[in-house]
């Protein structure tokens, strides 16, 4: 699980998960925009900051929608 979280392989999370119907049909109830995190953290998704920071792209929370 950690492997696919850090990858944001949603597919991979679903397959793995404890009850991945479940798991995805609630990602699925989530807006297509925000669908890059998850609906727990959102933009402040760790897992999400730290990809971004690897990649060498600027990370602001304030200014962030």
């Known amino acids: 699980m950690a492997q696919a979280r850090h990858n944001v392989d949603w597919d991979e999370m679903f397959r793995i998960a404890v009850d991945g119907e479940k798991a995805r049909a609630y990602f699925e109830s989530t807006p297509p925009a925000d669908r890059h995190t998850c609906s727990m953290c959102g933009k402040m ?15 602001e929370f304030c200014t962030e929608k």
Do not use: Q
């Open 45 to 59: 998704c760790a897992v999400r900051t730290t990809n971004m920071i690897l990649e060498g792209k600027k990370v």
